[in-house]
């Protein structure tokens, strides 16, 4: 079993930063692939940004590219969201998720066995 505790959220304004933290323990080498969600009211889930842990190659959202970095620390088991530039639209609850990706979905949440609790990102102008 995975456990995945979000950390980093908050109220910034527009034009702002934050960066995410994704705190991982238990039996992570069942997952090849860490994600991040995020979900506003009334909409669905969507994928963000996702790193394939073995060799990091990332993956984003074309709303986010540019403004997002997705990273790992293997020593801290710890995966980062670096968002900058930071828009109203951004405002959701983020989640971070690991799965096995073997179709290359990564922005599909059927994808991902494990989630995390979300931590709140909101971004007022």
């Known amino acids: 079993q995975v456990q995945l505790v979000e950390s980093g959220g908050g109220s910034v304004q527009a034009g702002g930063s934050l960066r995410l933290s994704c705190a991982a323990s238990g039996y992570t080498y069942s997952n090849n692939c860490m994600g991040w969600f995020r979900q506003a009211p009334g909409k669905e889930r969507e994928g963000v940004a996702a790193i394939l842990t073995g060799g990091g190659v990332t993956y984003y959202a074309d709303s986010v590219k540019g403004r997002f970095t997705i990273s790992q620390d293997n020593a801290k088991n710890t995966v980062y969201l670096q968002m900058n530039s930071l828009k109203a639209e951004d405002t959701a609850m983020y989640y971070c998720?690991?799965?096995?990706?073997?179709?290359?979905?990564?922005?599909?949440?059927?994808?991902?066995?494990?989630w995390g609790q979300g931590t709140q990102v909101t971004v007022s102008s």
């Open positions: 998720a690991a799965g096995w990706m073997r179709g290359g979905r990564w922005y599909e949440t059927r994808e991902y066995n494990y």
